[in-house]
Structure formats: C-alpha cells, structure tokens
C-alpha cells in the first residue's frame, strides 16, 4: 500500500502528475484540490494516495489531505462507485455540499457531477443517507457551523486548533465544530487565540447543555 508520496513535482498532465521520488517517477491522477494548489515544476509535492491494483493496472490516486482520501475511500465503497467516479465527486463537491444535497435530497447538486445522471444521483443520495451521519461522526466529513446554527464561520487555524482542544477534554468532534461556531456567532475573530475561543466555545456548552 501506498499511503503518501512527498517528492519534486516533474510534470503536470491532463488530470495527472508525475512526482520522482528517490529517482522513480509516480505517475498520479489528482484531484482538483491538488490541481489548485501544485507548487512550481521541480518543487516538492507532498500527496495523500490511495492505490489501485486491478488485473490490467496499477493506479494512484492523489489528494491534498487525508481528510480528502478518506472520502474518496469512503465513495468507493458506495454500491457502484469506482475510483473514477469518486475523484469526480471529490472535485466537484466540497464535504459541506456533499452534507447538503443529501440532507436535502438534492438530486441537481449531484447531476452537476460529469457522469452523474438523475438515476445515478438518486441512487447515491439513498446510499449516502445512510453513511453520512457516521463520516461526520467520524470527521471524514466536518460538520460546517451552517449546517448545525445557521451560522457562516471562516475555518481557520484558530478555529481548528479550538476544535481540537475541545476533543482533546474528551468532547466529540461534531459537538466540538458546534460549540466553536457558537462561540463565533457575530463575533469579530481578528486577535482572538485558540484558548480564548475555547472559553467561549465551553460556556455555549454550559448555556445550551
């Protein structure tokens, strides 16, 4: 298995990359995150991978975070899913719309996805249903502050490193992201430290437990 690739970006193809490492150069298909965000040619890369060994094919797929691959793994293992499509629903789809369309039912989110049709996003808006509470559970998929409050919150590393602190005293990480985003609610986060907002986020925890 191959989980994570750090080498010097040597070429940039058509959706791939092509990262020498040690003198072997991996050929990669990315996301679009990674697409965004590659550093110069000859520069390092570092890729979170997940790999495929089929009959005809060895395949790597890469991706900015861990966070990322684990939704793309957590895809693949939908009904019907292979790795194609599931880089597809990661390029197109952040984890806060994935949340959306299937809270909401929202076949057209899903359709705006290149080889998704109607039949293809209904049936994986049933499946998701079913999945989604446990990957946000998990952290696979964040909780975003508008999906619990109404409320629009910039993630920072302020508001991450809050989030963790909080898990760190033994809260879970849903609870943790809706604390911190109730503690942000109108609130001017210039200057303000991770601890500070962490006060703020354990008091929201005494107002509405």
Same mark, same amino acid.
Request: with cysteine; proline share 3%; charged share 20%.
């Given at each position: ?13 058509? *959706? ?7 003198g072997v150069a991996y050929e990669v298909e990315v996301s679009s *995150? %990674? ?5 110069? #040619?000859?520069?390092?890369? $570092? ?12 395949? #790597? ?11 793309? +793994? ?12 599931? @880089? ?6 952040? =984890? ?15 359709? +705006? ?11 994986? @808006? ?5 999945? $989604? ?8 998929? =964040? ?5 619990? !409050? ?7 590393? $302020? %508001? ?13 990480? =849903? !609870?943790?992201? +809706?604390? $911190? ?21 354990? +008091? ?6």
């Amino acid at each position: 298995m191959i989980g994570r690739l750090t080498g010097q970006l040597v070429a940039i193809t058509d *959706g791939f990359v092509l990262v020498d490492v040690g003198g072997v150069a991996y050929e990669v298909e990315v996301s679009s *995150g %990674v697409l965004q965000a590659l550093p110069q #040619l000859n520069e390092t890369l $570092v890729l979170h991978t997940h790999f495929v060994v089929r009959e005809d094919a060895q395949l #790597l797929y890469g991706f900015p975070s861990q966070t990322e691959r684990d939704l793309f +793994r957590a895809f693949i293992k939908l009904n019907g899913v292979g790795p194609k499509l599931g @880089l597809a629903l990661i390029s197109a789809l952040s =984890p806060a719309d994935l949340v959306t369309a299937v809270r909401n039912n929202d076949v057209s989110m899903l359709t +705006r996805v290149p080889g998704v049709g109607k039949k293809t996003a209904e049936r994986l @808006l049933l499946e998701l249903k079913s999945r $989604v509470d446990s990957l946000t559970e998990s952290g696979v998929v =964040p909780v975003t502050v508008a999906e619990v !409050e109404g409320v629009t919150v910039h993630r920072n590393g $302020v %508001v991450e490193e809050a989030e963790s602190a909080l898990v760190a005293l033994g809260y879970r990480l =849903p !609870e943790a992201q +809706r604390a $911190v985003g109730l503690a942000c609610n109108g609130r001017d986060l210039a200057g303000l430290t991770a601890e500070e907002l962490v006060r703020l986020a354990l +008091r929201s925890f005494v107002t509405t437990g």
